[in-house]
């Protein structure tokens, strides 16, 4: 089953990869992709199994680097490093979404 739901990640971030690439001359599409991609790192937290929780003291990202975070992130998934994380971008999605029910 985690095999399964590591290979969906995968999956998932290759096509936003994928798409980001196909619409990044779009301000909206992008602003539509950072939501999606956020979506998915969400998910991704959600299913993982984190011991002591995530750091949440990190300063916020501004939007350039979080948009460059998430496309380097998704990369890794995309490319079957499905186990890395970004701390600062996973406290900065927390931090401005809530907390994350298991």
């Known amino acids: ?61 501004s939007q350039t680097a979080r948009t460059e975070r998430l496309k380097t992130l998704l990369q890794l998934w995309a490319n079957g490093c499905t186990c890395a994380v970004d701390e600062d971008l996973f406290a900065d999605i927390l931090n401005r979404h809530g907390p994350v029910r298991h």
């Open 1 to 61: 089953m985690e095999d399964f739901c590591l290979r969906t990640f995968a999956g998932r971030a290759a096509d936003l990869i994928e798409n980001h690439v196909a619409a990044s001359s779009k301000l909206a599409g992008t602003d539509i992709w950072c939501q999606a991609a956020e979506d998915c790192v969400l998910a991704r937290i959600k299913s993982l199994r984190i011991l002591g929780g995530l750091p949440r003291h990190k300063a916020p990202l």
